[in-house]
């Protein structure tokens, strides 16, 4: 007995409306075997699958992907785009003469079956198995284990139907502290709020919390508002994170995660963030070009009367009949846009390296709706702790080392040094 993997795939169309995407239709027209290196074709599946999921065709039905990704390689590759599951099953057929895994992935489902027959040779064996165990690694989070037995399909798809309303535990953090890294016009802050709101975090953005702590009576307020005449120096990376790690262990932070827009700033900053004693475990880079980033700010306008938002490039009517009441806003002028923007991107590499394989990059020029799958898809996945941000360990001191103990005997010979010395006469 054998599955029809489409037949199954339609199943779920009709009864859900997933939408079946096969490897023939994340193809390109134009790739053959002679022009296509092997070891791209698993990016060319993922590109093409995420221009299919741009087009917005897909976000109200869902999508079952069959025969793809066959390999670890390529199930990685999507996910380092964001294309992640929402429920991974391995349907396991067996029977008296063969015992056939057959590994699937409904998801936005994934399907992929690599028959094996009694007359196959060893070595396609092997391979098999091992594109199995790469399947199973890469997405073993979202696992669920289900043996077809005599079920038909659609007895077998009914029983995914109703496992698909139970959730898996990813493997990610149940408490979020997220940090968000990208210069002013990436996004970073709207795709903020839409997160405090989607998982009921807490938004700490630096930049605000900084003016407030500039106000209050407080030495680190006195330290910061002596810097607001000497535009050439700013806060030193030791004040900066006090302020974070001040703000962020506030009693209300206890139960609730908190995501983190405009800071860090340097990977001197990155670096004293993961020392704190409640540091990120997500850390997400939005990328978008310069030109995106100068062009989002300096055509943004704000109304002095209402304090509407607008962007003058839009078409929308209420731009052109309150143009005359639009303003800029004092740190969207050109000059300092460019300066902000360029010392962003001297940083980021730093930072970026620093981060290593723990950071997820994502792609902020893309519309509102792909932006934010893509980052709850990052939000899923369980990332390996970088070696390089292990937070340095606190240096052991030696006892002889010491040069003063409390408990010691006081010197009085140091006051010979503070005290005038006493008269002594002189008797004959």
Known sequence: ?????????????????????????????KITKKNVCLCNESE???????KLLKT?????????????????????????????????????????????????TISNYYFCNNDIHNNINNVEMQKYKKNLRGLREAYANYLIEIEIGIRSIE????????????KKHSGAPS?????????????????????MKRFDLVHV????????????ETPIGEVLRSFEHRWEEKPKPEIRIKIIDNYINKPEFANKGWVLTSYPITVEDFELLDMIDTPPNKVIFVEVSAEIRKERLLNRRYNVITGSRHNITSNDNNNKNCVCGLSIYPNDYINVVTEEISQYDDNVKEMLKYAGESAFIIDGSADERSVRESVEGCLMQSKIYSESRKPKQTAVIDPYDVEYDPEDEPDISIFDRIMPSEFKYTFI
């Open 205 to 216: 953005d630096f930049n605000y919390i900084l003016k407030q702590v500039r106000l209050q």
């Open 56 to 104: 917005g065709a897909l976000h109200y039905s869902g999508w079952i992907l069959v025969d793809v990704p066959r390999t670890k390689k390529e199930a990685r590759a999507f996910q380092r785009l964001g294309i992640i599951p929402t429920h991974v099953f391995q349907i396991i057929m067996s029977n008296d003469s063969v015992k056939k895994e057959i590994t699937e």
């Open 155 to 166: 007895e077998l798809g009914k029983d995914c139907i109703a496992l698909t309303k139970i």
């Open 1 to 29: 007995m054998f599955i029809d993997k489409m037949a199954l795939a339609e199943f779920f169309q009709k009864e859900i409306g997933l939408y079946p995407i096969t490897l023939k239709d994340l193809r390109e027209k």
């Open 175 to 195: 408490l979020f502290r997220i940090v968000l890294i990208g210069s002013r016009g990436s996004g970073c802050r709207t795709l903020a709020k839409y997160l």
């Open 44 to 50: 060319s599946l993922a590109m093409n699958m995420r």
